[in-house]
């Protein structure tokens, strides 16, 4: 299920890019960050409630996705992948988890547990002293 995201529910900021870059990257904001607001936005709810659930640095406790992209060095292709990972991030919150049923073991799998126990506990004690 692919849910697309809004852009205009993303508020960009440029902002100066990290590591070396010379001169340019002193006088160049080029850097993006993206700030989605999970509570505010036109996600269904049990998608907003698996982002808020997720266990994410990008996340911040007032339910705000922060992501900063600056792998160009064009403004526009940082924002089209800070864009891309917000979409990848909504998207793996939107799959619904399969729920895990409970299945009983088998007769043999029991017998082949309780066997090897056995043989275990047969190895060990044989490990004592020997009697002459």
Partial sequence: MT??????????????AQGPG?????????????????AASSLPPPV?????????????QGGVV?????KSRSLEQNKEDALRRLQALVDTAAEVPL???PTRPTR??????????????QVKALRGKVNE
Avoid: H, W
């Fill in 3 to 16: 849910i697309a995201i809004d852009p205009g529910e993303v508020e960009f900021s440029a902002i100066r």
């Fill in 22 to 38: 010379g001169q340019n990257v002193n006088k160049v904001s080029c850097a993006v960050q993206a700030r989605f607001d999970i």
């Fill in 48 to 60: 907003k409630a698996r982002l808020l659930e997720l266990r994410d640095a990008r996340i911040t």
């Fill in 66 to 70: 922060v992501i900063k992209a600056q």
């Fill in 99 to 101: 729920v895990r049923r």
């Fill in 108 to 121: 043999a799998s029991q017998r082949r547990r309780l066997d090897a126990k056995t043989r275990s506990g």
